[in-house]
């Protein structure tokens, strides 16, 4: 009985870890949306980047007068395999967090997952938040992503 013991427990073990394996793996690229943003209180505006495998969609509000600009791209293959390569999804959906700095006129970054019935949003106020630690890999790809957006059209 001892003898069987084993070969049963490493069978299950390895089926445990394939099936653990499959499950990370397991989003669709095709259906997911990425996105970042930034709002700011009174009037300051904000800006929002949407990203998914094949296009990219940059809007920057100008604050009071309620001016927006909108800038689509294609997803370039480089910036889109990198910020997949960053993403755990399982550790951003285990973030909790929604920082409200805009509720007293500061700036709140929220970042958002989004894939079929799959939702998950987390505003986190800034990088260097220590609940987003986990997942800062992630937000620092999405976040640069912004940057290159913002620097281009300014």
């Known amino acids: 009985m001892k003898n069987l013991l084993v070969p049963v427990l490493l069978f299950f073990g390895m089926l445990c870890g394939w099936n653990c394996q499959q499950r990370a793996a397991s989003f669709s690229e095709d259906e997911l949306k990425i996105s970042v943003s930034t ?23 100008f604050g009071c007068n309620e001016k927006t600009e909108t800038i689509r791209a294609k997803t ?3 910036d889109w395999d990198a910020l997949i390569a960053s993403l755990d999804r399982d550790a951003f959906e285990k973030i909790d967090l929604n920082i409200c700095n805009v509720c007293a006129d500061g700036c709140d970054i929220r970042a958002t997952v989004r894939e079929k019935k799959f939702a998950h949003t987390i505003s986190y106020g800034n990088i260097d938040n220590e609940a987003v630690a986990e997942v800062r890999p992630f937000l620092k790809v999405l976040e640069s992503m912004l940057g290159q957006f913002r620097a281009q059209n300014q």
């Open 76 to 78: 370039e293959k480089a």
């Open 39 to 61: 709002i700011c209180g009174w009037c300051a505006g904000g800006d929002s980047l949407l990203i998914t495998a094949s296009s990219t969609v940059y809007r920057h509000t």
